[in-house]
C-alpha cells in the first residue's frame, strides 16, 4: 500500500451534484483534518469534487470562520497557492472521562488542540458528588473562551465504563456507592445540567476513537485496540470503523476468559482484567509499601518499584497475548495497538513482553499481526469523547461514532 492510500483510508469523496452541499462542505473540512493544510486544486483531487464546487465551499466555510488562509506558496509555475487549514477557533468540544479513579475533562478546539483540562482524583466516584465537580468545570471552560466564541461550544462528549459500578468487590467499593451507578444516567444529568448536547461513549472506546482519527488508527485499516487501566478494555476497527456491537461491547478484552470452564469446577475462569490491569500492578506496590501511583509515571521501570513491575508484565504478557492471538484467528486484523495510562517507558516494556509471548505461539494457518504502540496514552478517553461532538456536526461519515451513543 502506497502513502496515498494508507493515509486516505479515511478519506470520504465528495458529489459535484446539487442537494449536498452540507456533505460536501464536510468532506472538505475532513479532508483538511486528516492530511493537514492544502491549496484548492489539491483539495480537489482528493475529495474528487470540481475546482468550481472547492472554490464555492472553501469561500463559504473561510466566511463561516472555519478555515484560514495561510501563506502563499510560490512555485516554479504559475500564481503562487494558497493553504487553507482549519481555523482552531471555528468550533470547540468539552471531553470528559470518568473512570474508577479519577475524572479528566479537555476543552478542545477545531483543529484538535487541547485548550484546557482538569483532573480529579478519588478513590470510587459517587454520582452525588461528581455531577456538581463537572458542570463547574463546564462553566470553567466556558468562561475561558473569548466572550464572542463561546456560541461556538458544540457539546460534551463523556466516555465512562458501561458498568461504572460493577467490580465493586476486587476494588473494595462500599456496594451501596457502586450501586448508584445502576440508578444513575449521567449524560442525561449533564445535559440537563449544562444546557449542551451530550454524546456517550463507552471510555475504552472512546479511547480507540481517539487513536482511530488522531493516531496509529489513520494507517491500519482494521485493528485491535488494547487501552491499559485500572481495568483492562479495548475497542475493534474494522475497515476503518469503529465496531461498537449489539450491546456496546465489541474489544472488550477484559472481560475473556484465561481458561476454559472445566466440568465440575465450581468457579467460573477468571478474565483477563483480574491479571492484566493495572489494579494488579498498583496491589503488588502496596504490598511492598510503595507508592501506587508509579504505575502511571516512569518511576514504573525505576528503583524499587521496577522488580515488581517485571513480576507484573510476566503476568499480564502472557494473557493478554492469549487475547492477541484468538483475535487474530477470528478477525484477521491488520495490527494490534497498545496503550494505556502508564508511562511510555513501561508501554515500551510491554510491547517487549508481548513480542516474546507471541512468539510461543504456532501462527501456522494465520496472520500474526503486528503490534503498535499507542500514541496518545492517557488522555485517549476523554480526547475521543470531545472528538464526538466535532464528528457530529461536522464530519461527512457520522456513522463512524453515531453506533456508540445511547
Known amino acids: 500500500m502506497d502513502a496515498a ?17 452540507q456533505y460536501n462542505e464536510r468532506v472538505v473540512l475532513q479532508a483538511i483534518r486528516q492530511h493537514g493544510a492544502m491549496a484548492g486544486a489539491d483539495l480537489a483531487r482528493l475529495t ?3 475546482a468550481q464546487t472547492v472554490s464555492m465551499i472553501t469561500k463559504r466555510l473561510l466566511d463561516d470562520g472555519l478555515l484560514l488562509k495561510g501563506e502563499p506558496v510560490r512555485g516554479k509555475v504559475g500564481q503562487p497557492s494558497v493553504p487553507l487549514a482549519l481555523d482552531a477557533e471555528g468550533a470547540y468540544s468539552i471531553g470528559i472521562k470518568v473512570g474508577r479513579r479519577s475524572m479528566d475533562l479537555l476543552l478542545l478546539d477545531f483543529a484538535g488542540n487541547v ?9 470510587f466516584p459517587d454520582p452525588d458528588t461528581l455531577l456538581p465537580e463537572i458542570v463547574q468545570q463546564v462553566k470553567a471552560f466556558r468562561k475561558a473562551l473569548p466572550p464572542a466564541r463561546r456560541g461556538r461550544l458544540q457539546g460534551i462528549g463523556i466516555a465512562a465504563p458501561l458498568s461504572l459500578g460493577g467490580w465493586h468487590e476486587l ?38 476513537v481517539a487513536e482511530l482519527v488522531a493516531g496509529q488508527g489513520r494507517s491500519v485499516r482494521s485493528f485491535l485496540y488494547v487501552f491499559v487501566d485500572t481495568f483492562i478494555g479495548g475497542g475493534l476497527v474494522i475497515d476503518s470503523h469503529l465496531r461498537s456491537g449489539l450491546h456496546g461491547n465489541a474489544g472488550a478484552v477484559g472481560s475473556l476468559a484465561l ?15 483480574s491479571v492484566a490491569s493495572l489494579f494488579n500492578l498498583e496491589a503488588f506496590y502496596r504490598e511492598a509499601g510503595l507508592d501506587p501511583t508509579a504505575s502511571q509515571d516512569e518511576r514504573a521501570l525505576q528503583g524499587a518499584w521496577r522488580p515488581h513491575t517485571e513480576r507484573w508484565l510476566r503476568q499480564a504478557g502472557p494473557a493478554i497475548g492469549l487475547a492477541i492471538n484468538n483475535a487474530a484467528c477470528l478477525l484477521d486484523l491488520d495490527g494490534v495497538i497498545i496503550d494505556g495510562s502508564f508511562g511510555r517507558g513501561l508501554q515500551v516494556a510491554m510491547l517487549a513482553q508481548l513480542e516474546g509471548d507471541l512468539g510461543g505461539y504456532d501462527w501456522e494457518g494465520v496472520v500474526r499481526p503486528p503490534l503498535r504502540a499507542g500514541s496518545i496514552g492517557s488522555d485517549a478517553r476523554a480526547l475521543g469523547g470531545a472528538l464526538l461532538p466535532l464528528y457530529a456536526n461536522f464530519a461527512p461519515d457520522r456513522d463512524l461514532f453515531l453506533k456508540l451513543e445511547r
Do not use: I
Open 171 to 208: 476494588l473494595g467499593v462500599d456496594p451501596a456507592v457502586a450501586d448508584k451507578w445502576n440508578h444513575v444516567d449521567l449524560s442525561e444529568r449533564v445535559e440537563r445540567a449544562c444546557g449542551l448536547p451530550v454524546h456517550f461513549v463507552k471510555d475504552t472506546a472512546a479511547a480507540c
Open 5 to 21: 492510500d494508507a493515509a486516505g483510508q479515511l478519506r470520504p469523496h465528495g458529489s459535484s451534484q446539487g442537494g449536498v452541499r
Open 259 to 273: 481458561a476454559s470452564q472445566e466440568a465440575g469446577a465450581d468457579a467460573s475462569p477468571p478474565q483477563l482484567l
Open 48 to 50: 474528487r469534487l470540481t
Open 115 to 123: 485548550r484546557e483540562r482538569a483532573s480529579l482524583r478519588y478513590a
